[in-house]
Every structure is written in structure tokens, then in C-alpha cells.
């Protein structure tokens, strides 16, 4: 079975800044891969460069088969792969379902029927029943579900998550994680960029590791996160353990 | 047309460019402080105008001895515009950018109503002064006085205000202001006393600039209007965010004004500089040292 | 949840209706000519405004440069009719697509800009047509162009004797405006443009173009203004470049919507309604000589509602927000 998603020796360099090096990553099909690594790894770079914010310096980008390298934002939405944001972007002036009807529309031109996917979704989410609240009177934990439920109205094959689950309480970071364990089961395939170990590492199938741009080891959570080499980029040599 | 009318109308177009530069640098350095324009900008400059008309009116003043007595009120104005208008202006929660836009459109509106009314309609102009229509010769080039100390004055007022911004304390508690709003307040800069003190000093060297061209333009309600727009050109040619860009940019259109009265009707004066920003823009779409 | 909006809907369409009615009625009972004038100018702004406010008030950009399009619908209109003897319903259409397309051509450069710089280029855009019409010879440059009044006809859409003609048509463009207006919201095209309005960036990963959007904005705005300039053009007979092409125009198209509430459905109505019979009783009865008494009073209009209702009029008749206890609950129970 062929990978949904693969970036190939993707590289980007901001005026003078090496942000991603020879970055080559695949993500299967009904995967939930988690995309971590200390600060300054490279992994918004990445992530963003998967979303379509921008073109890569270097590499290419396919998707479901298909170089996408070039495409835009917006037709890669339209081609299956849907994006949240870090800071959240709701449409502030907009009520909740219609954020979700805006997401909608890639998929089901005739109103009527966005609308009734915008509802599927906003059940699926847990916000029905804040539907036509408006989207600046949300608490914040409401409007990460919110990037979560739009992302979803696209009807993504690729949902890419930016971290979603952090700066969460705990009671609502469980709700997260089953939310997100319920999108891999409806058959989506999830890329999550996350810094929360203990939440990410029980909920991914897989997890990628990025140090200063480039992939450090990738693998099952339970090898990735004894391994030397990433406890060393996360906490520095001094706790190194047995390299 | 000769070489010497080209030269002549080129070193006249600088030295107006360098007075549209001091007329944009007021609206440029309000907008790299808080992200606002003032569309009364053109109102500004007309009320210093009259400001300096009427003291020579009535006290037989100079303008260039008004001039400061004129900026120190514009500087007064312009912080009492802030701290009754658009201090609440930019607090809006909905439709931000427009309620900004328009609140100092509506004052704009305003004092044009005023001028009317308290003035009327009537052009005036000041009859005699130091440099009122007298023109110097240098190196074979005629140059109109006014202008010249305009400019000279405009030169003076941007090195000050480099000097200024770059240099003393309060200039870097602007430059705070600027980049981070909220955290200055964490360092104990009143953020409220920055942008009044802000809108002040822009205020005020537009006022500088009314003072001089009151000695050489018509001074009637509507007269900020055509100088509204050039200044507003003139920073988003430069940048919005740059001083520089805005004394760049008042060159530019200055040159470009006088270059286009070279070659075209003069009724298609404003069809250059016009274009030109749009060329500019379309290219450069933050103008060209435009950091926002 | 649906039922409710769904019947928001249509009372909207029924309030609508009923006030077209209620309006038709009005010319009958009120003969005055000098009020009549108003309520045609009232009309036609409304008309303009609602327009005006697809593109700057749904899409969220800005435009001062709207005269441009009333101008050449007015100029269109003028110029196929005094060379061409082509009837103005047609000239009407004719400059409607004719600033559909230049809107089209100028956003293309145009969307590019951000804020601030978009608005001032659709001003400068606006101030160099002028400048070209008042030096366009085959135009009538300066001078305008004088449209011959023969004698009363639908045909020529041309009336002496009475003002109800001019009445019912402005009447019937305003309520077309608020009509693609009210069907707009409800659509794809509605519902893009209001998220590139709040977030061009999200509305890009949620599959919405946004050039496009902003293109499709911009051809509906100016292709309805032009239409409001082609009928000014025949309620005055005659036309010049400031006077059709003005920057006062470009105001005025904006003032009522923000007034009334920029980006709603009623906004811009509301607005001009009150706006407009203002402006003209201020000027008569106060303003007589041009002594800026209008200009203090919309200059203090709009600055108070900038500041206190930036949302506009509208959201005075919007529904209470549920008290605070109902919305924490919902928000513990979810």
C-alpha cells in the first residue's frame, strides 16, 4: 500500500536560516503520525509546507499519489488535505456553524446540504449545541475544537493537527485525544505536530523526530522515546543516557 | 524645452518633494506607531495653515516666526485627537480596520465643515512676508525661496526626528511602543502618553510644513484636501511603517510631479505621481521600504 | 436550529416586501417635489450603498474608488445615447458590464495590496479617471455631456412633468440590491467572502480561493453602482466628470453603510435613509451657501457611531444576547 502522504529530500531555507535540511517523511494511509522535536526543529516549517503556505526551496511534496509541490493552499484542501492552525483563526464575526459551513462548501456546493454537514461535524465535535454562538464569545478550548471541526467539514483524507492538544487541561486534553482517535477510526489520516509527550505519545501510531531541520530517528513511541539520541536534542548531553 | 528648464524644474520639484516629505513623515511615523491612518491628515495641514494666515492676520506674524508657535498648537491638537478620538477608535472589537478608517475620516469631514463655517469659503492668502515671492539664484538655477527654507526646514526636521527616534529615551520608548504595545506597559511606558506624545509630534511637523506653504498657497478650507491624498501616496509609496520611506517617497513625488508638468497638460499632474504609486505598489506591493 | 434560520429568512423577505409596498405607496400621498427629489436621491444612494457594501462590507475590502464605477455607468450610459442613439436600458447594461470587467481588470493588480494600501489605490484609481474624462475631448471633457430631453417616455427613460418615474425605478434598484444581497448571503459566494473578510489566510486552507472571491465581489459592486450612475445620468440630464466621477460619491456610497452596519443585510439601508433626507434638509435649511453646516453634521454622525456603535445602527434591532448564567452552563454541559 502506497503512502498518502511523502515529502522527499524537502529543504527550506529562509533568508539565511536553514529551517528544514533533506526532510523526507512518508505517512500511511489510516496512520496517526506525530511530528515532534524540541523547539526550533523545523516542525511548523514542515507542517506548513505540507498545508501549501509556501513553496519548498527544495523537494517535493506528494499527496495521494500526486506532486502537489506546487499547488496552493486552497487546492489542496480541495484534493484532501485540511489544516487547524496554532493560533487558532476562527471567523470571529461568524457563528459556529457557519465557520463549519465555510469548510463545507469544498465538498457540497448546494447550501442546504453544507449546512447538514456542518451540523454531522459540529455533533461529531461535540459543539452542536453551540451552533449559533458566535465565534469570538467561544472559550478558547471551544475554538481549537472549532479549527478541528472545519478542518473536518473539507472532508480531508489528511488532517494535519497544530497543536491541538497543548496548553490544555487535563480533562480536556482526554477529550481531545479520544477526538482524535475517533477521526482516525471514521478512516482520515491524521499528521499531528505536538509537544505534550505524555498525551501524543499513547495516541500515535508512529512518531517522526526533527532536530535542527533534519529527521532524527522515526519510529514506534515507546523506541523513540528511550532513544539517546532524542533525549539528548530535547534535554542536552548532561542527560544523555548510555550513548 | 532646454536643459536648463529641465534642471530648473527638477531642483523645484526636490525641493517641494522634500516639503511633501515633511507633510507624509507626520502621517508616517502615526502609522508605524499604532497602525492607524489619519485621514485627517490634509485637515492638519490646513488648520495650520490658517493658524499661521491668522497670526500674521492679526499679530502681523511671520510665518517662519509662526512656524513654531504653530507647531508647538498642532503638537497639542494632534494629542488631543488621539486622546479624544481614536484612543477609542482602536479599542472597536468589531470591524476594526473600517472603524479606525472612518472615525478619522468623520473628523476630517468635520473640521472641513468648521473650516467653512468659521471661515468661509473665501481663499486667502498672506500678502507680504520675508520670503514671500522672492526667488534666489544658485549656481544659474532660480529657486523660489520659500520653497528653499522649506525644504532646508524639512531636512532640519528630519534629521531631528532620526536623531530623535534613534537617540534619546523617548524615542526608543516609541520604537517599544511600536513593536510590542502591550508589553511596554509591562517596563512602566504608558502606552496611552506614547501614542498621544506620537500623534503630537506628527502633528506637529505638519504643522511645520502648513507654516511654510501658507507663505506660498492659498490658504481655504478644502486646501488640505489635494495635499491629503500626495501625503498619503507619498507614505504608501515609501512604506508604510518607514519614516524614511516617507521622506523617499515625498522626493519621488515631487520629482515625479515636476517631470509630468514637463510633458503633460498640467491638468495631468496628479495622472503621474498617481501612477507612479501604483506602478510602485504593484510591484513592491508594501511600497518600497515598507515594513508592514 | 435550521427551522429557525430558515424562517429568519423568510421574514426577512416578507419585512422587505412589505416596506417595498408601504414605499410604492408613499408618492401618492406625499406631492411635494422638493421631498419627492429626496426620496429619489434616498432610493438611489440606499441602492448604491447596499451595493457598495458586497464588496467592502461582506469581502471586507475597502473601497473609496467606487465613484469610478457610478461614473462610467453614467458615462456609458450618456455617451451611447447622445452619439449612438442607443436607448438607455440598453446603455445601462452595457455600462454595467463595462465596470464588471474594469473592477475585474483592477482587482487583478489590486487584491495584491493589503489594507491600507488597497483603499488608497482604489481612491488614486478613481481621481485619475476623472482627470482623464475632464481631458477626454470626445467626451465632453470638463464641459459633461448634456443629455437632449425630448419628451416624456419609458422608452428614453426620460420624464419632465413628474419625478414618480424616476421614483419607482430607484425603487426597484434598491430593492434588486437588497435582493442579490439577501440571496448572496446565503450562498457559496456569501459565505467565502465573509471568511476572507475575517481570515484570508484560514479561508485559504478551507478550500476558498481568494482572489477569486474577491474578484467575483468586485464585479457584482461595480456592475449594480454602475447601474445607480446610468439612472442618475437620466434623472439629471446631464453629467461631468466631478460631478459623476467625484470623490463626494465614493463617500456617500460608504456613509450609510457604516452608518447602518457595514457587512449587513439592512445596514446600508437603514443608513441611507437617514443619512441622505439629512444631508438635504441640513443643506437648505442650514447650509445654504455651502457653510459646511452638512459637513459638521456628517463629520459628528460619523465619527459618534465609529466610535459608540461601530457595528452600526442594525444592532440596535438585533436579538438580546442570552444572559451570562445560560452561556456558562452550555458551555460546562458540552
Redesign the interface.
Known amino acids: 500500500m502506497t503512502s498518502l502522504l511523502e515529502t522527499r529530500n524537502i529543504t527550506q531555507r529562509f533568508s539565511g536560516l536553514t529551517a528544514n535540511s533533506n526532510v523526507s517523511i512518508s505517512v500511511g494511509r489510516g496512520e496517526i503520525v506525530g511530528l515532534i522535536g524540541p523547539n526550533g526543529a523545523g516542525k511548523s516549517t514542515l507542517f506548513n509546507l505540507i498545508?501549501g503556505?509556501f513553496r519548498p526551496t527544495e523537494g517535493t511534496i506528494i499527496f495521494d499519489g500526486e506532486d502537489v509541490t506546487d499547488l496552493?493552499?486552497?487546492e489542496r484542501?480541495?484534493r484532501g488535505i485540511?489544516?487547524t492552525?496554532q493560533v487558532v483563526?476562527?471567523?470571529?464575526?461568524?457563528t459556529v456553524?457557519?465557520n463549519v459551513?465555510?469548510?463545507a462548501?469544498?465538498r457540497n456546493?448546494v447550501?442546504r446540504e453544507?449546512?447538514r454537514k456542518a451540523?454531522e461535524v459540529l455533533q461529531f465535535c461535540?459543539?452542536d449545541?453551540?451552533?449559533?454562538?458566535r465565534a469570538?464569545?467561544l472559550?478558547p478550548s471551544?475554538k481549537r475544537r472549532l479549527e478541528v471541526a472545519?478542518?473536518l467539514?473539507?472532508e480531508p483524507k489528511l488532517l494535519l493537527l497544530d497543536e491541538v492538544l497543548t496548553g490544555l487541561t487535563p480533562v480536556e486534553s482526554q477529550k481531545g485525544v479520544e477526538l482524535v482517535r475517533r477521526v482516525r477510526d471514521t478512516g482520515i489520516t491524521v499528521l499531528m505536530v505536538e509537544h505534550v509527550m505524555e498525551i501524543v505519545m499513547p495516541l500515535v501510531d508512529r512518531a517522526v523526530v526533527l532536530d535542527l531541520g533534519k529527521v532524527l530517528l522515526e519510529g514506534k513511541p515507546t523506541e523513540v522515546v528511550r532513544d539517546p539520541k532524542v533525549i539528548t536534542a530535547y534535554l542536552g548531553d548532561r542527560h544523555a543516557v548510555g550513548a | 524645452m532646454t536643459a536648463e528648464t529641465i534642471i530648473q524644474s527638477l531642483a523645484s520639484g526636490l525641493l517641494m518633494g522634500l516639503l511633501y516629505g515633511l507633510i507624509a513623515v507626520g502621517l508616517a511615523l502615526i502609522f508605524g506607531l499604532m497602525d492607524v491612518v489619519n485621514f485627517a491628515h490634509g485637515e492638519f495641514l490646513m488648520i495650520a495653515m490658517y493658524a499661521t494666515f491668522f497670526l500674521f492676520a492679526y499679530f502681523a506674524l511671520d510665518p517662519l516666526l509662526a512656524a513654531p508657535i504653530v507647531a508647538a498648537a498642532l503638537f497639542i491638537f494632534g494629542a488631543v485627537v488621539y486622546l479624544f478620538i481614536v484612543r477609542f477608535a482602536v479599542r472597536a472589537?468589531?470591524n476594526t480596520g473600517m472603524v479606525q478608517i472612518f472615525s478619522t475620516f468623520g473628523l476630517a469631514v468635520l473640521m472641513r465643515g468648521l473650516a467653512q463655517y468659521f471661515f468661509t469659503p473665501d481663499y486667502r492668502s498672506i500678502t507680504t512676508s520675508w520670503l514671500g515671492g522672492k526667488t534666489i539664484s544658485i549656481g544659474g538655477i532660480y529657486l523660489p525661496e520659500p520653497q528653499l527654507v522649506g525644504a532646508l526646514i524639512a531636512i532640519a526636521a528630519f534629521a531631528g526626528l532620526y536623531f530623535f527616534i534613534n537617540r534619546t529615551d523617548f524615542g526608543r520608548a516609541l520604537e517599544a511602543t511600536r513593536e510590542d504595545a502591550g508589553a511596554v506597559a509591562l517596563v512602566g511606558i504608558d502606552k496611552n502618553r506614547v501614542f498621544a506624545l506620537g500623534w503630537g509630534l506628527g502633528a506637529a511637523l505638519v504643522g511645520l510644513a502648513g507654516a511654510v506653504m501658507a507663505i506660498f498657497f492659498y490658504v481655504f478650507p478644502d486646501v488640505g484636501a489635494s495635499f491629503a491624498t500626495i501625503a498619503y501616496v507619498t507614505v504608501a509609496l515609501g512604506g508604510f511603517g518607514s519614516v524614511f520611506g516617507a521622506f523617499a517617497g515625498g522626493i519621488i513625488v515631487g520629482l515625479v510631479e515636476a517631470v509630468t508638468t514637463l510633458v503633460l497638460p498640467a491638468s495631468l499632474k496628479t495622472v503621474g505621481i498617481y501612477g507612479v504609486y501604483l506602478l510602485i505598489v504593484f510591484i513592491r506591493p508594501r511600497g518600497l521600504f515598507g515594513s508592514i | 436550529?435550521?427551522k429557525?434560520?430558515a424562517s429568519r429568512r423568510r421574514r426577512d423577505l416578507i419585512v422587505a416586501a412589505c416596506i417595498t409596498a408601504v414605499a410604492a405607496l408613499v408618492p401618492l400621498f406625499v406631492k411635494d417635489v422638493y421631498v419627492q427629489n429626496i426620496m429619489v436621491l434616498t432610493l438611489m444612494y440606499a441602492a448604491l450603498s447596499q451595493s457598495w457594501n458586497i464588496l467592502s462590507g461582506y469581502c471586507g475590502q475597502i473601497s473609496l474608488g467606487h465613484a469610478l464605477y457610478f461614473g462610467l455607468g453614467a458615462y456609458t450610459t450618456a455617451l451611447l445615447y447622445t452619439k449612438f442613439g442607443v436607448l438607455p436600458w440598453f446603455g445601462m447594461l452595457a455600462g454595467g458590464l463595462v465596470s464588471a470587467v474594469i473592477a475585474m481588470a483592477l482587482g487583478y493588480p489590486c487584491f495584491r495590496l493589503g489594507g491600507h494600501y488597497f483603499v488608497i489605490a482604489t481612491i488614486v484609481i478613481a481621481e485619475i479617471a476623472l482627470v482623464l474624462f475632464q481631458n477626454w475631448d470626445w467626451a465632453g471633457a470638463a464641459l459633461g455631456i448634456d443629455i437632449p430631453v425630448r419628451h416624456d417616455s419609458w422608452l428614453t427613460f426620460q420624464f419632465t412633468r413628474s419625478k414618480l418615474p424616476y421614483f419607482y425605478f430607484a425603487l426597484v434598484l434598491a430593492g434588486i440590491a437588497w435582493f442579490v444581497t439577501w440571496w448572496l448571503e446565503?450562498?457559496?459566494w456569501g459565505?467565502?467572502w465573509?471568511?476572507v473578510?475575517?481570515?484570508p489566510?484560514?479561508?485559504?486552507?478551507?478550500?476558498?480561493?481568494?482572489f477569486n472571491s474577491k474578484m467575483g465581489a468586485a464585479a457584482v459592486s461595480a456592475f449594480l453602482v454602475a447601474i445607480g450612475g446610468a439612472f442618475y445620468a437620466q434623472f439629471v440630464s446631464y453629467i461631468d466628470p466631478e460631478s459623476v466621477m467625484g470623490f463626494q460619491f465614493s463617500l456617500l456610497m460608504a456613509l450609510p453603510a457604516v452608518l447602518g452596519g457595514i457587512?449587513t443585510l439592512w445596514g446600508p439601508m437603514l443608513g441611507a435613509v437617514i443619512l441622505i433626507p439629512l444631508t438635504e434638509l441640513t443643506r437648505s435649511y442650514i447650509g445654504g451657501s455651502g457653510r459646511g453646516v452638512d459637513l459638521i453634521v456628517y463629520g459628528g454622525l460619523i465619527i459618534a457611531i465609529s466610535l459608540a456603535r461601530p457595528q452600526g445602527l442594525v444592532s440596535l434591532f438585533a436579538r438580546k444576547p442570552k444572559p451570562v448564567a445560560a452561556?456558562v452552563k452550555?458551555?460546562v454541559?458540552?
Open positions: 498545508a503556505a496552493p493552499a486552497a484542501c480541495q485540511g489544516r492552525f483563526k476562527s471567523f470571529e464575526s461568524m456553524i457557519e459551513i465555510v469548510g462548501l469544498v456546493t447550501m453544507a449546512r451540523h461535540g459543539l449545541a453551540r451552533a449559533d454562538v469570538s464569545d472559550v471551544e472545519r478542518a467539514a473539507t | 472589537k468589531a | 436550529m435550521d429557525a434560520f446565503d450562498s457559496k459565505y467565502w465573509r471568511a473578510k475575517d481570515n489566510v484560514a479561508a485559504e486552507s478551507l478550500g476558498v480561493v481568494v457587512g452561556v452550555e458551555a454541559a458540552s
